[in-house]
């Protein structure tokens, strides 16, 4: 079973507070992924990261930034949380390869009030 | 544009019948392509990977096909069990970058029912 683990599973936060969420990976995998997904729709990249110090922005714009200081820890941050931010988080990791394989987290359900 | 189609986009059958859910892809060039099951609030856990030289792949019940040819692929459930109810999502990879894009289908939520 794949070692990733987010923190918080669920987060009710009110318009306007700072929100990091924490993701973190005991594999040693290299890259590292944020998705964002809304009920009944597919996942969308947000973020990315080939290995530390290295962040990529992903295919869905999105007003959160993310940071990789240690190989195991990817974590997400919204400066100023609104309504719109809430969605599923789901963080991710592989390994290199072409048919690497990607694992993922049980995800963060973030709510904005 | 490089799309992933899933049918149906849900499912409801009994207890111990069989299934096939279908996925359809237009990704060039292609990599791979992967099923994965997601229960309700968790995250994908990977089904099967399959590269463009297989035809089929199995992982206990769940038994996945590759037509390369056509751009299709399905997976069928055989026995299905109440655990089966879930959202599987067809997801391919591209050979067109390093990062090795993945596009993901919106899913087929399977109910089982007693």
């Known amino acids: 079973e794949a070692d990733i683990y987010q923190t918080p599973r669920y987060l009710v936060i009110g318009t306007g507070k700072k929100i990091t969420l924490e993701c973190s990976q005991t594999?040693?995998?290299?890259?590292m992924y944020w998705y964002q997904q809304d009920p009944g729709m597919e996942l969308h990249l947000i973020h990315y990261?080939?290995?530390?110090?290295?962040?990529e922005k992903g295919d869905l714009s999105s007003e959160s930034t993310v940071s990789r200081i240690r190989t195991e820890h990817f974590p997400l941050t919204l400066e100023s949380a609104r309504p719109s931010h809430t969605s599923q988080y789901l963080c991710?990791?592989?390994?290199?390869?072409?048919?690497?394989?990607?694992?993922f987290g049980p995800g963060t359900r973030l709510t904005v009030t | 544009k490089n799309q992933v189609e899933q049918s149906p986009q849900s499912l409801i059958i009994l207890e111990g019948k069989n299934c096939t859910l279908q996925?359809?892809?237009?990704?060039?060039?292609?990599?791979?392509l992967r099923w994965y099951k997601q229960d309700t609030g968790r995250g994908p856990v990977s089904l099967t990977i399959m590269t463009f030289s297989e035809n089929t792949k199995s992982n206990g019940r769940y038994t996945a096909t590759l037509d390369a040819d056509t751009k299709q692929s399905s997976l069928h459930i055989t026995a299905s069990q109440l655990s089966d109810s879930a959202s599987y999502i067809c997801v391919v990879s591209d050979r067109g970058s390093t990062l090795g894009r993945l596009y993901f289908g919106r899913g087929t939520q399977l109910t089982v029912w007693p």
């Open positions: 594999m040693g995998h290299d890259k």
């Open positions: 996925c359809n892809y237009t990704v060039s060039p292609f990599s791979n």
């Open positions: 991710a990791s592989s390994d290199t390869g072409a048919n690497y394989e990607q694992y």
């Open positions: 990261s080939y290995g530390v110090n290295s962040t």
